[in-house]
Nanobody, 125 residues
Framework: VQLQAFGGGLVQPGDSLRLSCEGS????????TGWFRQAPGKEREAVLC??????????HYLDSVKGRFTLSRDSAKNTLYLQMNNLKPEDTAVYYC?????????????????WGQGTLVTVSS
C-alpha cells in the first residue's frame, strides 16, 4: 500500500503545474485523499481534499489557492491530480498527497494514514 506523488519542478510565477498522486493497493476513489504542502520552516498544511465515494465533495482549506488550484480524480488510473495555475512564489513548498481510511476529509495531517513521498514545487523568477 503506497502513494506516489510526482510532477513538481521549478517554474516561474504565473506558470502552471499538475501534480499526480498514484495509489497502489488503496483505492483513492473510496477513501478521502488530499494534498498537503509544507514550506521551509512552516508546518504542513492542508490544501485540497477529495472526499471518498458516496460524498464526492472537494474540500478547500486554503483561501490563497482558491480559483487557482483544482482537484480531479481518475478512478480508472487510481490517481488524484492537483492542477495549479497562476503559481506564486508563496506556493513554493513540498507537496504531499495523503489518504485516510474513511470517506470524510480532515484538515489535520495527523488524521491521514498513508502518505506519498512529496514532490517539490519551486516558484521563482
Amino acid at each position: 500500500v503506497q502513494l506516489q506523488a510526482f510532477g513538481g519542478g521549478l517554474v516561474q510565477p504565473g506558470d502552471s503545474l499538475r501534480l499526480s498522486c498514484e495509489g497502489s493497493g488503496v483505492p483513492l476513489d473510496i477513501y478521502a485523499t488530499g494534498w498537503f504542502r509544507q514550506a521551509p520552516g512552516k508546518e504542513r498544511e492542508a490544501v485540497l481534499c477529495y472526499s471518498g465515494r458516496g460524498t464526492d465533495d472537494i474540500n478547500h482549506y486554503l483561501d490563497s489557492v482558491k480559483g487557482r488550484f483544482t482537484l480531479s480524480r481518475d478512478s480508472a488510473k487510481n490517481t488524484l491530480y492537483l492542477q495549479m495555475n497562476n503559481l506564486k512564489p508563496e506556493d513554493t513548498a513540498v507537496y504531499y498527497c495523503a489518504t485516510l481510511y474513511g470517506r470524510r476529509c480532515r484538515s489535520a495531517a495527523s488524521g491521514y494514514d498513508i502518505w506519498g513521498q512529496g514532490t517539490l514545487v519551486t516558484v521563482s523568477s
